[in-house]
């Protein structure tokens, strides 16, 4: 019997709570780190994290590293490079209210590709669960009030952010491809290994063209930190499992998590207040996620 910590669903929930509060943070220091150097510092800390404890498996591992390079070197970046750049510098031109939207189509894409690419099947109780949690997302993202997504307006900053929601959505479906001998926690080293390696540049360039910049003060210290060992090295390898054992349809609507958890994180170190409607958005989303695990084991 798998123990408790095992559970994928528990995994997802704790890799949305990353996530979250990595807007949150991600918020907090702008104007103090840029998004490029932010980017590229959060996957150095992760990368040395990891090669922390998988270096020995990279050694015993290499004939298969070198192997399957390819796909290794097309997860990296679609995953662990791009994603979060596209993200970071997106927010720069628009609105908190629009990238989380944005954010929230993941599961939706998920999907699409995974029929698109693989011809993957959807039960009606897991396209319901889909539709639930999607209303639970809006009536939090919109107060309560539908109309206001009448007002939205796609800009630059929105196209940059479904950018990254895309490279995320076809990285997570490309996780099926993952050859049996690589285990997973050595390829998502290496994966982390060539976002690092694709970053860089990209990071030099900001410094030298467009006035890139990190304050190294406690505060964005601890920033860096949190953002390098949480959503990236823990998140990633909760995810990469979740993904494994419950397969990307179901992982991907567990990303309705993240405006739940936003408002909560943003009401205990914001303060911002908590309202009826996120109450009732976080119990839809619940609901949602609860059909679709069940229409999973139903299909299963």
């Known amino acids: 019997m798998k123990s408790f910590h095992a559970s994928p669903y528990l995994l997802l929930t704790l890799t949305s709570l990353f996530w979250s509060l990595n807007w949150v943070v991600g918020k907090a220091i702008v104007g103090h780190v840029s998004?490029?150097?932010?980017?590229?510092?959060?996957?150095?800390?992760?990368?040395v994290a990891l090669l922390a404890f998988a270096w020995p498996q990279m050694v015993k591992h290499w004939p298969e590293i070198r192997r399957h390079w390819k796909y290794i070197a097309r997860?990296?970046?679609?995953?662990?490079?791009?994603?979060?750049?596209?993200?970071?510098?997106?927010?720069?031109?628009?609105?908190?209210?629009?990238?989380?939207?944005?954010?929230?189509?993941?599961?939706i894409l998920i999907i699409l590709l995974g029929w698109v690419v693989y011809r993957d099947s959807l039960t009606r109780?897991?396209?319901?669960?889909?539709?639930?949690?999607m209303a639970?997302?809006?009536?939090?993202?919109?107060?309560?009030?539908?109309?206001?997504?009448a007002h939205l307006e796609l800009n630059k900053g929105d196209v940059i952010v479904l950018a990254g929601m895309v490279f995320w959505a076809v990285y997570t479906i490309l996780l099926r491809e993952k050859p049996a001998e690589l285990p997973g926690f050595v390829m998502l080293t290496?994966?982390?290994?060539?976002?690092?390696?694709?970053?860089?540049?990209?990071?030099?360039?900001?410094?030298?063209?467009?006035?890139g910049h990190a304050e190294f003060t406690?505060?964005?210290?601890?920033?860096?930190?949190?953002?390098?060992?949480?959503?990236?090295?823990?998140?990633?390898?909760?995810?990469?499992?979740?993904?494994?054992?419950?397969?990307?349809?179901?992982a991907g609507?567990?990303?309705?998590?993240?405006?739940?958890?936003?408002?909560?994180?943003?009401?205990?170190?914001?303060?911002?207040s908590i309202r009826l409607?996120?109450?009732?958005g976080i119990a839809l989303i619940l609901a949602g996620i609860a059909l679709t695990t069940r229409g999973r084991s139903l299909k299963n």
């Open 35 to 47: 998004p490029l150097t932010l980017t590229f510092i959060r996957w150095v800390v992760a990368t």
């Open 75 to 107: 997860m990296g970046f679609w995953g662990t490079g791009l994603h979060n750049a596209f993200a970071y510098v997106g927010l720069q031109y628009t609105t908190a209210t629009n990238g989380v939207i944005l954010n929230s189509a993941i599961p």
């Open 125 to 133: 109780i897991q396209a319901a669960g889909v539709a639930v949690s």
């Open 136 to 149: 639970g997302v809006l009536a939090v993202l919109t107060g309560g009030d539908i109309s206001v997504l």
């Open 190 to 211: 290496c994966c982390a290994c060539v976002g690092v390696t694709i970053l860089f540049p990209m990071m030099l360039l900001e410094v030298a063209v467009f006035g």
């Open 218 to 250: 406690l505060p964005t210290i601890g920033a860096m930190l949190y953002v390098g060992l949480f959503p990236s090295f823990l998140g990633y390898i909760f995810w990469n499992r979740g993904v494994a054992e419950v397969g990307s349809n179901v």
């Open 253 to 272: 609507i567990f990303v309705h998590l993240m405006p739940a958890f936003g408002s909560l994180l943003a009401w205990m170190f914001l303060g911002e």
């Open 277 to 280: 409607y996120h109450l009732v």
